[in-house]
């Protein structure tokens, strides 16, 4: 007696099912042993070219999966992965969805659900944020033309006033004893990080940066964020992230050493911001710093690229990310021409 590999109906040796038509296994042949294999191999093309972008290659295979093992839970998982990285995050929870029926257990499917659920969430409040503007009659474009004026503005007056105080500052010390000015210096205290919310920001941008600032995120060994340092876009929930490097970075006695301490300083601040806004498909970080290496604190860029939440894998107060693992976690990277190398 053998038995149809797809269906399991018992039959005769040597002939097709007569319940689906597929083709028999020899009798006392464990059912699904000689292909689970090949399913795996198969599952594992079929992931290697989703992380190509070949989605619908990809696809292609899982359904051939699904049309030999229905309740292949991991082809469910995997398509539900496919159609997340195109952005089709409905059809993502339907997949997740169905292979959570199959192997409710599963911590990685649930947590993958989790996550697009919230990214569709945050779709679905910047789909009414943008109706709102337009519904008052003014376009993003303008909005965002009048918060860059507005911060030019205020910028030019600021100066202003700095330059007033330096002037003041010239002229008291010049008339001020020697013994004033000592007891000053001896009273002088450093002062808190200031929880001043950036001016121009969105309300999004704006509950972001008074989290890291309570959180002291935005002044520590690893960099400081300045008030401009975080713009998120809007239509594709990238966050633009500029850090300050420590100057102590730069004084490493090796290129390759400063390199991996600007790596490890920005994936440090990214997971931050990561942990206070998941919604967030990308985090560009931006490193500036002195390219002299004099030490004195400047601005010049000297390292972008782009961290993506499912490569924020190591949690880093638990342990530092490897050179290894900073390779494979940062796309697109790139180094000012004095770093390259």
């Keep these: 007696m053998a ?21 028999c296994a020899p009798a006392g042949a464990t059912p699904g042993a000689a292909g689970a294999g090949a399913t795996y191999s198969v599952l594992a093309r079929a992931n290697l070219l989703r992380m190509r972008a070949r989605w619908e290659e990809a696809a292609s295979l899982c359904a051939e999966v699904l049309r030999l093992e229905p309740g292949n839970a991991s082809a469910h998982s995997l398509l539900g992965d496919i159609h997340e990285n195109q952005g089709n995050l409905e059809e993502a929870v339907h997949w997740y969805d169905l292979a959570l029926s199959l192997n409710p257990q599963s911590e990685a499917d649930t947590a993958k659900r989790s996550r697009v659920q919230e ?84 309300a999004r941008e704006a509950h972001l940066w008074q989290e890291l600032s309570l959180a002291g995120v935005t002044s520590t060994d690893h960099g400081q964020l300045p008030t401009s340092g975080l713009m998120i876009d809007p239509a594709t929930d990238i966050l633009t992230l500029r850090i300050l490097v420590n100057p102590r970075v730069l004084r490493e ?46 601005q010049d860029w000297l390292f972008t690229a782009t961290l993506r939440p499912e490569n924020l894998l190591v949690v880093p107060t638990t342990r530092q990310p490897t050179r290894e693992d900073l390779a494979s976690f940062y796309e697109k990277p790139l180094w000012n021409r004095l770093l390259a190398g």
Excluded: K, N
């Design 119 to 202: 990214l569709l969430e945050a779709r679905r409040r910047r789909a009414e944020w943008q109706a709102a503007i337009q519904s008052r009659g003014r376009a993003p474009g303008a909005a965002g033309a009048l918060r860059e004026t507005v911060q030019r503005i205020v910028m030019v007056a600021l100066s202003a006033v700095c330059a007033g105080i330096l002037v003041t500052a010239a002229v008291l010390s010049a008339s001020g004893s020697p013994d004033s000015t000592a007891s000053d210096t001896e009273g002088a205290r450093p002062r808190p990080p200031s929880h001043q919310i950036p001016m121009g920001s969105s």
């Design 253 to 298: 006695p090796t290129l390759p050493a400063i390199r991996l301490e600007i790596e490890h300083d920005c994936y440090w601040i990214a997971y931050q911001v990561h942990l206070r806004d998941r919604a967030l498909s990308a985090i560009r970080v931006i490193a500036l710093g002195d390219t002299s290496f004099s030490g004195v604190p400047g």
């Design 3 to 23: 038995r149809c590999q797809r269906c399991g109906a018992a039959t005769e040796d040597g002939t097709l099912c007569a319940r689906c038509g597929s083709a």
